[in-house]
């Protein structure tokens, strides 16, 4: 009985210990997974903040810059229209105030503003069809209307609408689009501002 008790009693104590060995190396091991999975987890989103914060901040970059050149190259369009077309045609339409007087009729109807309305009228007894210039008046009226113009006396083909002459719409235009190129160009010069900004920083 001593024999088999000592013996049943080591066994037992031998088996407590091996089980009890066993699991404390099962909860180390789950222990260990459990925190690499836990770094892995932390590592991946550190990489996935770090990645948005890299795409907002480019899109940041993105945008200056392209209301920077957007702005610029409408500040150039507006202003190129505004210098070469529109002061331009508003001069040519004052340069006929002191021109001869006729009364023509509206030959071709059309966008009269972009020079596409056609006048006709006498002059030193022949009869003449004239372009009106750009920036001219009476789109709206129809062929055969009755308009008062004023034309060169060497060369009755230059003519404009007597309402015409102080400008028309070409003045008009012409103040509008370099209003417009003014306020883009300060556009593109804040975008530059706010781009340096961001450089030094």
């Known amino acids: 009985m001593g024999l088999n008790g ?54 940041q970059h993105l945008g200056p810059r392209a209301s ?8 150039l ?4 229209l505004s210098a070469l077309v529109m002061f331009p045609a508003a001069q040519h339409l004052r340069s006929l105030q002191d021109g001869e007087r006729a009364r023509a009729t509206l030959h071709t109807a059309g966008a009269c503003m972009t020079g596409q309305c056609k006048v006709t009228f006498e002059a030193d007894g022949q009869t003449v069809v004239a372009d009106l210039p750009v920036g001219s008046g009476g789109g709206k009226s129809s ?27 070409a003045a008009l235009l012409a103040w509008l689009t370099a209003g417009a190129a003014v ?19």
């Open 6 to 59: 000592t013996v049943d009693g080591g066994g037992s104590g031998a088996r407590t210990g091996s089980g009890a060995g066993a699991v404390g190396g099962r909860r180390s091991r789950n222990a260990g997974s459990a925190g690499n999975a836990e770094s892995g987890s932390g590592s991946a989103g550190a990489g996935g903040w770090g990645g948005r914060a890299g795409v907002h901040e480019t899109g």
């Open 68 to 75: 920077l050149l957007m702005s610029l190259a409408f500040a």
């Open 77 to 80: 369009l507006l202003g190129a």
């Open 143 to 169: 062929v055969g209307a009755v308009v008062d113009v004023r034309y060169q006396a060497d060369d009755p083909r230059v003519v404009a609408r007597t309402q015409d002459t102080g400008g028309g719409g």
């Open 183 to 201: 306020f883009f160009l300060a556009l593109s010069g804040a975008a530059a501002i706010f781009l340096a900004r961001q450089r030094r920083t």
